[in-house]
């Protein structure tokens, strides 16, 4: 089946500018989580969202990022006025549920770069 | 200190070697992944424990949880292995996974 997917694969923008990056969950996952790769860096956690629940924000790095997760499928996480410290890779993972006895299932990724 | 540390940073094998990543944590956890990503930027887990030891095909991954401590072993290396492997941790109070940097094998053929 289908597994997580991700759009744009990549993406180069100026400094200052909005950029939507767009995550596909697996179909009937409820869990669905945002991550971010800095270069030399480990994995960081950003956002996850489990059904309709509030979603844990403890992770985004400052009020310039945002994510919404529509009719608990599709996931859009923004980033407003870019700045070239935001150059990561994004990724999305979602799971059955969310918890630690759950797989996450990753999506390829977002390159981002801001210049 | 990071509370995921994995060890060594990079490592290199020749193919057919018996090869352990290791992964230390300072924090009571619920749970361990361990994770693969290829070059290109995929990520698969590999492994999902808390106890004991669990084996999948050349892959056995074991933790202990009194020592805060697992490790990775690959048995008959081969190149295809080649690949970041990364221990992640879920602390119990809430969903979200805490990472190591990963740690950087290369098999040589």
């Known amino acids: 089946g289908a597994g997580v997917s991700q759009s744009p694969s990549n993406k180069v923008t100026e400094k200052g500018k909005d950029v939507e990056l767009r995550c596909d969950p697996i179909?009937?996952?409820?869990?669905l989580y945002w991550y971010r790769q800095s270069l030399g860096q480990g994995l960081e956690f950003l956002i996850y969202?489990?059904?309709?629940?509030?979603?844990?924000k403890s992770g985004l790095p400052s009020d310039r990022f945002s994510a919404e997760r529509t009719g608990g499928s599709v996931s859009t996480l923004t980033i407003q006025r870019t700045q070239q410290e935001d150059s990561a890779v994004y990724l999305c993972a979602s799971s059955l549920r969310a918890g630690e006895g759950y797989e996450q299932y990753f999506g390829p990724g977002t390159r981002l770069t801001v210049t | 200190k990071n509370e995921v540390e994995q060890s060594p940073q990079n490592l290199t094998a020749q193919e057919g070697e018996f090869i352990t990543i290791n992964c230390s944590y300072s924090?009571?956890?619920?749970?361990l992944h361990w994770l693969q990503q290829h070059p290109g930027g995929g990520i698969v887990s590999l492994f999902m424990l808390s106890s004991g030891k669990k084996k999948h095909g050349r892959l056995i991954a074991t933790i202990n949880i009194q020592e805060k401590h697992s490790s990775l072993h690959i048995t008959a290396s081969h190149p295809r292995d080649s690949a970041v492997y990364i221990c992640?941790?879920?602390?119990?109070?809430?969903?979200?996974?805490?990472f190591g940097k990963g740690i950087t094998l290369s098999v040589r053929p």
């Open positions: 924090v009571g956890i619920s749970a």
């Open positions: 179909s009937g996952h409820t869990a």
């Open positions: 992640a941790v879920y602390t119990g109070a809430n969903s979200k996974l805490t």
């Open positions: 969202f489990q059904g309709n629940s509030a979603p844990d």
